[in-house]
């Protein structure tokens, strides 16, 4: 049985998820896998040549023994659907995705795990690619109490590119306009992903609580730039602003993305409009990371903005024409090119 299953980059909505807000990604052609078979004893044995690791655990012994411990949250995500395993199985994971750079690449083996698991259970099951991110985004975040939303789990399970609302209910819609090639460039800079997202998440929820004390039913869909702002300090209100703007720069990407010829200079515009919110205000991009997007829009891409939580990781380009040249000035400026399209979601062979 062999899984595959895509990274993502997030086209708009950075940072807006874990607080309840929208968010548009795009799952790309770059895959992590995942190939095994059933054992005859109860091991798991999961070998990842990547990092040159194996992990061995029982299937009747599901206590973590690390953090973020996902291969068995899986497991027990699954057996809490009803899923029986007999067995152990054993596998490879592979991946061509750039690893802890905000391309989604731990999302991406999970999702392919939970995936692998619904093959392997003894009554094998046919979960939607939606059911399959669900349960995903059960067995990352709700087990573990993690700050984070549900686009990743979202978009690599389900592909191509899709919006999401997760508030007052989950609602998906699949945006498919052909928006041709993009440029990932990974600037291989370590970044603190938990860190940055504390930092942002309490940040916002502490404005909040003290607009609410003036302003109780104000929320984080209906704040706008009208109110009055004369209780926060300098700092809060920058942020409040570009929050705002995060929101209000995907409402417009949204409009055109629903278009089946979309509008490409505009697109690669908004983008670049969300990375100044997110390098100026939210203070999540490094200097590698702005030569390497200088570098390619004088190479001729149309837009582009740093990707994942930040501080760090990867950067994407828009461009639809020309990727190669992009490619070639993203690794002049020290970074890792990969070109990239839309792609589909998890899949099974």
Not at 33 to 57: C, Y
Not at 135 to 149: M, R
Not at 180 to 189: A, E, K, P, R, W
Request: charged share 25%.
């Amino acid at each position: 049985m062999e899984i595959t299953t895509p990274g993502r980059i997030c086209l708009f909505g950075e940072h807006s998820d874990y607080l309840g807000l929208p968010i548009i990604a795009m799952a790309i052609s770059l895959r992590a896998k995942i190939s095994g078979e059933k054992r005859t004893d109860n091991q798991v044995i999961i070998h990842k040549p990547d990092i040159n690791e194996t992990e061995r655990f029982s299937i009747e012994d599901l206590r973590y023994t690390k953090s973020r411990d996902y291969f068995k949250s899986c497991i027990k995500t699954c057996q809490n659907e009803g899923l029986i395993f007999s067995s152990g199985f054993e596998c490879e994971v592979s991946s061509q995705i750039p690893i802890r750079a905000g391309a989604s690449s731990s999302s991406a083996i999970n999702v392919s795990w939970i995936h692998f698991l619904s093959k392997m259970a003894d009554n094998p099951i046919e979960w939607t690619q939606e059911k399959i991110g669900e349960l995903t985004y059960q067995a990352e975040s709700t087990e573990f109490n993690e700050p984070g939303g549900m686009m990743d789990q979202y978009t690599t399970a389900m592909g191509h590119i899709i919006h999401l609302e997760s508030e007052p209910n989950i609602s998906i819609q699949s945006l498919n306009p052909k928006l041709g090639s993009f440029v990932l460039g990974d600037s291989d800079q370590p970044k603190d992903t938990m860190g940055i997202l504390k930092r942002l998440n309490d940040s916002r929820v502490e404005i909040l609580n003290i607009l609410r004390i003036k302003n109780p039913t104000i929320n984080i869909h209906t704040m706008n730039s009208d109110i009055n702002l004369s209780d926060l300090n300098n700092e809060q209100r920058k942020m409040y602003k570009g929050t705002v703007q995060n929101r209000d720069l995907l409402k417009k990407a949204l409009v055109e993305l629903k278009n089946n010829k979309p509008n490409y200079e505009l697109i690669g515009t908004l983008l670049t409009e969300l990375h100044v919110v997110l390098r100026d205000i939210f203070d999540i991009s490094t200097p590698k990371i702005e030569s390497m997007l200088d570098a390619a829009m004088n190479a001729g891409a149309l837009g582009g903005k740093i990707t994942g939580s930040g501080g760090g990781g990867c950067m994407f380009a828009y461009a639809p024409d020309h990727p190669e040249k992009v490619a070639e000035a993203i690794e002049q400026a020290g970074g890792k090119a990969y070109i990239v399209y839309s792609d589909d979601g998890t899949r099974s062979y």
